[in-house]
Each structure stands twice: as C-alpha cells, then as structure tokens.
T-cell receptor, first 114, second 119 residues
Framework: DAGVTQSPTHLIKTRGQHVTLRCSPI?????VSWYQQVLGQGPQFIFQ???????GRGNFPDRFSARQFPNYSSELNVNALLLGDSALYLC?????????????FGDGTRLSIL | AQKVTQAQTEISVVEKEDVTLDCVYE???????LFWYKQPPSGELVFLIR??????QNEISGRYSWNFQKSTSSFNFTITASQVVDSAVYFC????????????????FGKGTHLIIQP
C-alpha cells in the first residue's frame, strides 16, 4: 500500500503570494494532520481533520487554513506568505481519531519564500 | 501545557557503540502517550514506538530499547551496537487528551537529537 503522499515536493514563492499544499492519506485512514517544521526544530501542529471536519488547530494565524475532501485527501492553504513561513510542511494520517494511534507521515513539501 | 525536552542537540559516536537519547516530558494529564520518530535526511518521519502512560514496562525491539520512567517523566531511547544507517534526527513526542495523535493540540514534539554514527 502507498504511504502518505504529498505534493508538490518543493515550492518557491515570494512574499505576499498564497500557496496550496496537497496530501493523500494512506488508504483507509480517515484522519489527516498538518505540521510545520522549521529548520532545526521539531514539527509544530497546525491542523487536524477527521471525517472532513476540523478537530484541532494549533497556534497559527488565520492565514493558514485547510480542508479535507470526501476521499479523505486534504489541502493546506497559506495566504499572504511571509519569509517566516519557509519550512517543511508535513502531512500525517492515522486510521481513526483515537489518541494512541501513531501518525504516519509523508515526505513533506519544502516551501521556500523569497 | 505539554512540553517535550530533548536536551541533546547532537550526538556523535563511532559505529558499534551504544547510544542513549534522552527525552523528558511535562504534562498535567494522567493519561497520555509517548512516541519516538526517526527522521532521515529525506525528511519523512518514521514511527518507531508508542507507549501509554499506564504501561511502564520497558520494550526491546532488536537493537532498539526504550526506558519509560513516570517518576522522572522520562522516556529514553537506546540503540545498541549502533550502525551508520541509524544516523538521523530522532524526535520524542507527546500526545495527551482528546483526539488522534494528540487531540486539539496535536503531537507535541521535542526539538530532536541529531545522531551521527561514524564508520
């Protein structure tokens, strides 16, 4: 079975632009989470979606938004990009919304803001 | 609020040496889950182990072992007879209350320990 897939792999944007990142969970997984990983730091939680509803949100500004589709894939949108948004964006999926379920991560999208 | 501390930023050892990665956590919940993930240079986080707060039994999986001690809020990870392929950044993470992978706050990660195994 395919793992979590993310696209694109790399992306370069300029300040003020917006970006959409995509994620396909492992087949059968209904929960998707997004994390931001700045160089040299651990991932930071952005959003969690389960059954197409937002179930959790981290401490990120409203410029960040996401959604989950009927096929459980997900998009992360970031508006009005800032230099500080440069990071590796990781998507993770898990079977259900149970706290002990390990999350399975994709390879991430590396976003660079010029 | 929950917090995970990995005090060792970088560790470098020679192949075949044993190495222990430290993880200290803070949480007010009585029920929580601890995880270790490995991040090779490719970027993907690879799940290694999960431990719940009610199970303090140590675990061994091949060359890997984990020591969970609630009394010191620690969940340390030991690699025995290290190999070059073990070189990666290792993250300890905490999940508490609520939903999958940590609920409303998601997984809380430490800053990671960069492990370098020299041949």
């Amino acid at each position: 079975d395919a793992g979590v897939t993310q696209s694109p792999t790399h992306l370069i944007k300029t300040r003020g632009q917006h970006v959409t990142l995509r994620c396909s969970p492992i087949s059968g997984h209904k929960s998707v989470s997004w994390y931001q990983q700045v160089l040299g730091q651990g991932p930071q939680f952005i959003f969690q979606y389960y059954e197409k509803e937002e179930r959790g949100r981290g401490n990120f500004p409203d410029r960040f938004s996401a959604r989950q589709f009927p096929n459980y894939s997900s998009e992360l949108n970031v508006n009005a990009l800032l230099l500080g948004d440069s990071a590796l964006y990781l998507c993770a999926s898990s079977l259900v919304q149970v706290r002990d379920q390990p999350q399975h991560f994709g390879d991430g999208t590396r976003l660079s803001i010029l | 609020a929950q917090k995970v501390t990995q005090a060792q930023t970088e560790i470098s050892v020679v192949e075949k040496e044993d190495v222990t990665l430290d993880c200290v956590y803070e949480t007010r919940d009585t029920t929580y889950y601890l995880f270790w993930y490995k991040q090779p240079p490719s970027g993907e986080l690879v799940f290694l182990i999960r431990r719940n707060s009610f199970d303090e039994q140590n675990e061994i999986s091949g060359r890997y072992s984990w020591n969970f001690q609630k009394s010191t809020s620690s969940f340390n990870f030991t690699i025995t007879a290290s190999q070059v392929v073990d070189s990666a950044v290792y993250f300890c993470a905490l999940s508490e209350a609520g939903y999958s992978g940590g609920g409303a706050d998601g997984l809380t990660f430490g800053k990671g320990t960069h492990l370098i195994i020299q041949p």
